[in-house]
């Protein structure tokens, strides 16, 4: 396969937009642990809830939906909820 000057460049575009993405996931992910250390939770709960909020901000109703699952799973579980107590 021959590879032409503007192919290679267009190639070379996307090899440092990958390794730019990257470099941004890790960042993230970084930035994620540190804000989860400073509110004292697991960083997979806060993943949890920036995609709960992401989900909400684009379809909406997602929150009050995650809300009554858990409190049919709790109801379930024989637990009340606090507006129970």
Known sequence: MQIDTKSRKAIEDVINRRASIASMQEQLKEDIKAIAEYLDIKPAKLNKIIS???KER??????DEERDTLDT???LAGKTS???A
């Open 52 to 54: 709960l909020v992401e």
């Open 58 to 63: 684009e379809s909406g109703d997602v929150v």
């Open 73 to 75: 799973a709790a109801d």
């Open 82 to 84: 606090q507006e129970d």
